[in-house]
């Protein structure tokens, strides 16, 4: 009899189990923060104000302003091909932050600004070397 009771309670926890990831696969924005959706400039209009998303692209050049009461605080238009949004960053600025640099940001999208919690650039080509040039290649001295 105690066996019995071991089966249905290992077969009660695996239901459980599987059917909480099936509810957090199939809700991830709710009761899962960690995913969140990257989107691009068109699909913005498509999201509810309280949805966390992520946007790519560039930085329009001489749109960076940043606040002279909070140097935390920046406004910049993040461009993709001919769609731009409007963002408000608050936070630490990434050091290759600049004109025309590649980013992501994580934020909410509320009247037509995207307000952002979180912002990356992405590697600059520099960092690359010599890697693009195979005539830089040394194989002889493997």
């Avoid at 406004?75 to 290759?96: A, I, K, M, S, W």
């Avoid at 590649?102 to 009247?111: P, S």
């Amino acid at each position: 009899m105690n066996q019995k009771k071991i089966i249905i309670a290992v077969i009660t926890l695996s239901f459980l189990a599987f059917a909480w990831i099936g509810y957090v696969t199939l809700n991830p924005n709710q009761d899962n923060p960690g995913m969140v959706r990257f989107l691009s400039l068109t699909e913005i209009h498509t999201v509810d104000q309280t949805e966390r998303i992520r946007l790519g692209g560039l930085v329009s050049p001489g749109t960076i302003h940043v606040s002279e009461q909070n140097l935390l605080e920046c406004n910049f238009h993040l461009q993709q091909g001919d769609h731009t949004v409007q963002v408000y960053f608050t936070g630490t600025r990434p050091d290759l932050f600049k004109d025309e640099a590649e980013v992501i940001v994580e934020g909410n999208y509320v009247n037509g600004t995207f307000k952002a919690d979180q912002l990356q650039t992405k590697c600059a080509s520099r960092y690359e070397g010599d890697l693009r040039d195979e005539s830089s290649y040394n194989t002889e001295s493997i």
